[in-house]
Antibody
Framework: EVQLVESGGGLVQPGRSLRLSCAAS????????MHWVRQAPGKGLEWVSG????????GYADSVKGRFTISRDNAKNSLYLQMNSLRAEDTALYYC?????????????WGQGTMVTVSS | EIVLTQSPATLSLSPGERATLSCRAS??????LAWYQQKPGQAPRLLIY???NRATGIPARFSGSGSGTDFTLTISSLEPEDFAVYYC?????????FGPGTKVDIK
């Protein structure tokens, strides 16, 4: 079964850091680009960041550029999101998502998300 | 940044009716547009990719059309499980954006 399981969320104070992880199983992880998408409570979807299969291409939303860093470890079938200088507006459910192919593509598999709350 | 606008914000229909959802891009996205369905408490599910291709396992009552800046998701006959929020998404190199969503609820 193809599966993505996020972890690492929690309550954190403004200005602090948090690292999210996404464990992938059931597919050949290094065949696909991967992404992080977030959803603030009661709001819509916001793409956060994406990384190509070999980490050669990376993109960030303007709202997180310079504060968040995406990375992957293909040997461990894992995706990461290092979040620094967190703000209240970063409070959201963070989803890990797999693309349909190695290229820039739609997201066909999603995890269940990990909640990040930024508050003092 | 390419901005996506979805209309209407809410669509109130009855089971069996046809639903037509619109997504408009602020500039051309070619055919690089996807549609997702999200139900409360669940992760989004991919319905349509590249404007008109159904994802694996998606029923034939879902169809997508359009190119450039104007796109449409059509649900030919609403089933009870189709009442949900629908998002469009564009991809442009390594920048992705989602529309604000259309909620399809029961009339």
């Amino acid at each position: 079964e193809v599966q993505l399981v996020e972890s690492g969320g929690g309550l954190v104070q403004p200005g602090r850091s948090l690292r999210l992880s996404c464990a992938a199983s059931g597919f050949t992880f290094d065949d696909y680009a991967m992404h992080w998408v977030r959803q603030a409570p009661g709001k819509g979807l916001e793409w956060v960041s994406g990384i190509s299969w070999n980490s050669g291409s990376i993109g960030y939303a303007d709202s997180v550029k310079g504060r968040f860093t995406i990375s992957r470890d293909n040997a461990k079938n894992s995706l990461y999101l290092q979040m620094n200088s967190l703000r209240a507006e970063d409070t959201a459910l963070y989803y890990c998502a797999k693309t349909r192919s190695k290229r820039v593509d739609a997201f066909d598999i999603w995890g269940q998300g990990t909640m990040v709350t930024v508050s003092s | 940044e390419i901005v996506l606008t979805q209309s209407p914000a809410t669509l109130s229909l009855s089971p069996g009716e046809r639903a037509t959802l619109s997504c408009r891009a602020s500039q051309s996205v070619s055919s690089y547009l996807a549609w997702y369905q999200q139900k409360p408490g669940q992760a989004p599910r991919l319905l349509i990719y590249d404007a008109s291709n159904r994802a694996t396992g998606i029923p034939a009552r879902f169809s997508g059309s359009g190119s450039g800046t104007d796109f449409t998701l059509t649900i030919s006959s609403l089933e009870p499980e189709d009442f949900a929020v629908y998002y469009c998404q564009q991809r442009s190199n390594w920048v992705f954006t989602f529309g604000p969503g259309t909620k399809v609820d029961i009339k």
